[in-house]
Each structure stands twice: as structure tokens, then as C-alpha cells.
């Protein structure tokens, strides 16, 4: 095996992973794009990586050649969701049919087969927390599994090509996505959270913010609504005055309302700008009481 290839692909994967990290985070805290879009950004990125996997090949032997193109499609599936994997799976294969060839619908075949099988894997992850250790591993087995089958679509040829190259192909799925997952998730955990401790720094500065305020407003307030008790026992019952007043009293209790739900916000929720009103906190939403 010529270890200068090896090297190769395995500083294009380390590409992907420095491309996941900057995407990720410039993508999810802001919400320039939604999640379909960023699947849709990485599915492509990661293809194109799978594409240059597949011409930067591996020598195992003189003449013999494999390469790691199932390796991104199946670190994309596993961090960014089956839609990404699927995407990734059919830019690859997109090339794959281009070059032409006996083996052009195995290959493509091979690359779909691998994105389903990272999504089933994927959804075997889900339901256990997170991926782990071993979902990572046991995926790069099942695309061993893969790769085998779609040589049995060559027949003859194909089961010989394989029985030559099994070994490396089995090292570049099994240390490839086992070995490089845990660096895409240790990326996509660490985005998670910072994005929490973000959300909370802003959560507490928002809620010291309302309740200074609302603590401001409630003294003045309190003015208001002793002005006006003292006003209203001044006043004939039946006046146009003394009903303007209880008006008044009403719109000291909805100020009121709107205290208690300042001393109560528990997550953020903004309204969306309207016309020439820029996006604001929804006070109602933010505390609860929608």
C-alpha cells in the first residue's frame, strides 16, 4: 500500500472537518440559512469530496487501486442527517456516471447504498442519545458489507477485484469513518454547546434587563394608580370623568400584567420585523403566557 496516498486522503477527510467546523458555526448561530439548506450546503461539499477521494486513489498493489469516496458520504449522514448523506451520495454518483465504464452503476450503487446505510445507522444512534464509539464502528463494518455487494454486481470480475483487495478496503471504511467520526461529532457537540451557553447568556441578560425595568416602571406606576383611586372617590359616579378614570385603571392593571410577565421570561422568543419595525422580544411568548 503506497502510505503517500493513504496520507492524501486522509488530509482531504481532515478538509472536510475543517469546513464542518467553520460552516457550522457560521450557519446555525446566526440562521442565515435553515437546516434543509445546510444540508443541502454540506451534501454538496461533502460529494465533491467523495469525488476527489475517487481521484486521489490508493495503490494496495502494481495496478490494484481503492479509494475512500464511502468515507465523507458517511461522516456527513452521521453529523448533518440522511438528507446531507443523500445529497453527498448523488453529487458522487453524478461523476461516477460521468467517467463512464462495466462498473459505473455498481459504483453508483455502492454510494447511495452507503448514505442509506449511514442514515439506518444514524437513526440506531438517535434512539441511544448521540452517536458513539460504536455506532461509528459498526457503520464502517456495514460499508465494508456494502462495498462487498456492490462488487458482486461485476460478477466474476468483481468478486475477484475484491478477493485482491478486501484488506484494504475493509482498513479504509472500518479506520476510516470509526477513526474520523469522533472528530466530526466532538465538533458538532462543541457547536451544540456553545450555541447553549450563548442562549443562556442572553436569556440572563435579558431577564436582568426586564426586571430592572419592570422595577422602574412599577415604582412610577404605583403613583399612577394611588393618583388615580384618590381621584376616583372625587369624582360623581355617573360622570364622563370618573368613567375616564376607571379607563385608566384598567391600562394600570394590563401595565401590571406586563410587569409580572417581565419578572417572568424563561426563554427567548422575538417577533419577526414588520415594515419598518425591526424584530423585538415577544413578552408574551418568552414568558409562558402564549
Known amino acids: 500500500m503506497d502510505f503517500h496516498h493513504v496520507i492524501e486522503a486522509a488530509g482531504i477527510v481532515a478538509l472536510g472537518l475543517v469546513f464542518y467546523s467553520y460552516a457550522r458555526r457560521w450557519l446555525e448561530p446566526t440562521a442565515r440559512i ?159 454547546a456553545e450555541g447553549a451557553r450563548r442562549e443562556a447568556a442572553e436569556l440572563r441578560a435579558i431577564n436582568l434587563l426586564a426586571r430592572a425595568a419592570a422595577h422602574e416602571i412599577n415604582n412610577a406606576l404605583m403613583v399612577v394608580a394611588g393618583g388615580l383611586a384618590i381621584l376616583a372617590k372625587r369624582l360623581p359616579a355617573d360622570s364622563e370623568d370618573a368613567q375616564w378614570a376607571a379607563r385608566a385603571r384598567e391600562g394600570v392593571n394590563s401595565v401590571k400584567d406586563i410587569i409580572t410577565r417581565m419578572n417572568s421570561i424563561t426563554q427567548i422568543e422575538a417577533v419577526p420585523a414588520h415594515g419598518m419595525l425591526p424584530p423585538m422580544l415577544d413578552i408574551r411568548k418568552s414568558s409562558g403566557s402564549e
Do not use: C, K
Request: hydrophobic share 60%.
Open 34 to 192: 435553515d437546516r434543509r439548506l445546510r444540508a443541502l450546503v454540506n451534501g454538496v461539499f461533502f460529494g465533491l469530496l467523495a469525488i476527489t477521494l475517487m481521484i486521489s486513489r490508493i495503490q494496495v498493489g502494481p495496478g490494484a487501486f481503492v479509494d475512500a469516496r464511502a468515507v465523507p458520504i458517511a461522516l456527513v449522514t452521521l453529523v448533518e442527517g440522511g438528507w446531507a448523506g443523500l445529497v453527498a451520495a448523488v453529487v458522487a454518483a453524478g461523476y461516477r456516471v460521468w467517467m463512464g465504464g462495466s462498473g459505473a452503476l455498481a459504483g453508483v450503487l455502492w454510494l447511495l447504498a452507503t448514505a442509506g446505510t449511514a442514515a439506518l445507522a444514524l437513526a440506531w444512534a438517535r434512539r441511544e442519545g448521540r452517536v458513539r464509539t460504536r455506532h461509528a464502528f459498526a457503520l464502517g463494518a456495514a460499508v465494508f458489507v456494502v462495498t462487498f455487494a456492490s462488487f458482486l454486481v461485476l460478477g466474476a470480475r468483481g468478486i475477484e477485484m475484491f478477493s485482491r483487495d478486501w484488506l484494504p478496503l475493509l482498513v479504509v471504511s472500518v479506520v476510516g469513518i470509526g477513526g474520523f467520526t469522533r472528530l466530526f461529532t466532538d465538533v458538532a457537540n462543541a457547536q451544540v
